[in-house]
């Protein structure tokens, strides 16, 4: 009988154990669920604590592209004018020349325009130069032929002394 009730004691205890785990069963599992969630709104947290930090940085990456691919449109635009400029130069330098040709020609053409208008100033005094030279080369000829036909009327030089 001794034997029997320990075993009932035993069994009352162990009961007792079962009951007190099985009351403790709840609060732990409330501990344990909150402590779960606690780390997956941390997880979340992070989550999108990461994607907020890769959206920015792919923001940030399509800008820097943006801008590359801009400073490269600047640089080619850039190598074409420089380009075309280095064409033209030689059309340029063969224009300038052809200008400069022309600004010559006109120069020498203005400097012959006034040779010609001087020469036509001068004329009317060279005409006068000139008709006034004939009209003494016309009076020294005369003079001349007086001389000439006045000896040729005067009696020889030795028969007027004899």
Do not use: H, Y
């Not at 990456?61 to 400029?85: F, G, H, L, Q, R």
Request: no cysteine.
């Amino acid at each position: 009988a001794a034997t029997a009730e320990k075993k009932d004691d035993d069994a009352d205890s162990q009961a007792k154990k079962v009951e007190s785990k099985k009351a403790a069963l709840p609060a732990r599992s409330r501990k344990a669920a909150a402590a779960a969630e606690k780390k997956e709104d941390n997880t979340d947290s992070k989550a999108k604590k990461v994607e907020s930090k890769k959206a920015t940085l792919s923001a940030r990456s399509k800008k820097a592209a943006a801008a590359a691919a801009a400073a490269e449109k600047t640089e080619d635009d850039a190598d074409s004018e420089v380009t075309n400029e280095s064409k033209a130069a030689p059309t340029l330098q063969a224009r300038s020349r052809k200008a400069a040709a022309a600004v010559e020609k006109e120069d020498d053409a203005d400097s012959k325009v006034k040779k010609i208008e001087s020469n036509k100033a001068a004329l009317p005094a060279r005409r006068k130069n000139a008709a006034a030279t004939a009209e003494k080369k016309e009076g020294d000829a005369d003079s001349e032929f007086k001389k000439v036909e006045s000896k040729k009327t005067a009696p020889p030089a030795r028969s007027r002394k004899a």
